[in-house]
T-cell receptor, first 115, second 109 residues
Framework: SQTIHQWPATLVQPVGSPLSLECTVEGTSNPNLYWYRQAAGRGLQLLFYSVGIGQISSEVPQNLSASRPQDRQFILSSKKLLLSDSGFYLC??????????????FGSGTQLSVL | QKEVEQNSGPLSVPEGAIASLNCTYSDRGSQSFFWYRQYSGKSPELIMFIYSNGDKEDGRFTAQLNKASQYVSLLIRDSQPSDSATYLCAVNVDDKIIFGKGTRLHILP
């Protein structure tokens, strides 16, 4: 069966510090991968999505970046965090062959607090 | 800008009654529509999806789609306290999944 791992669960970082969040998927190949952010009082905002290794589409131009170094690994990074980067970060995947687009499976999320 | 709109709530419904959640979307090219449930502090989980105009039923849940009105709804019959959560409407636009802000549902025991 397929599983998605996302870590860490919580993170407290000072303003200006770097960030690296990692997500891995097991039990499937060539998944579509997504990073979403959910800020307090706001909906799920699509940040990045990837249809393959090295293929990243950015939805929100800001100080975040994403990389997909391996088929089932998706990394969200920042060189310098801002206060506005605080939120609940969610990684998600779907199988573009077997699943309908939109049928997403989410990781357990990372609660990021930038102080 | 492609948008998905939902009433933020909270929507309070007595236990055993029908809860009705609504969603509108702006992009007429949207092909598929989804309802996710999110408990506080947890990640969303898919409960229903629909492609065609009309109703789709799955247990106590019914999704309704009206593409002409750009309107999607979710009905929850025989509401239970465990249904208390935030319900997110999502729309597939060119393989990008756009979410609404969600409606908080509170089932009153």
């Amino acid at each position: 069966s397929q599983t998605i791992h996302q870590w860490p669960a919580t993170l407290v970082q000072p303003v200006g510090s770097p960030l690296s969040l990692e997500c891995t998927v097991e039990g499937t190949s060539n998944p579509n991968l997504y990073w979403y952010r959910q800020a307090a009082g706001r909906g799920l905002q699509l940040l990045f999505y990837s249809v393959g290794i090295g293929q990243i589409s950015s939805e929100v131009p800001q100080n975040l970046s994403a990389s997909r170094p391996q088929d089932r690994q998706f990394i969200l990074s920042s060189k310098k965090l801002l206060l506005s980067d605080s939120g609940f970060y969610l990684c998600a995947w779907n199988d573009p062959i077997r699943d309908t687009p939109g049928k997403l499976f989410f990781g357990s999320g990372t609660q990021l607090s930038v102080l | 800008q492609k948008e998905v709109e939902q009433n933020s709530g909270p929507l309070s419904v007595p236990e055993g009654a029908i809860a009705s959640l609504n969603c509108t979307y702006s992009d007429r090219g949207s092909q598929s529509f989804f309802w996710y449930r999110q408990y506080s502090g947890k990640s969303p989980e898919l409960i229903m999806f629909i492609y065609s105009n009309g109703d789709k039923e799955d247990g106590r849940f019914t999704a309704q789609l009206n593409k002409a009105s750009q309107y999607v709804s979710l009905l929850i019959r025989d509401s239970q306290p465990s249904d208390s959560a935030t319900y997110l409407c999502a729309v597939n636009v060119d393989d990008k999944i756009i979410f609404g802000k969600g409606t908080r549902l509170h089932i009153l025991p």
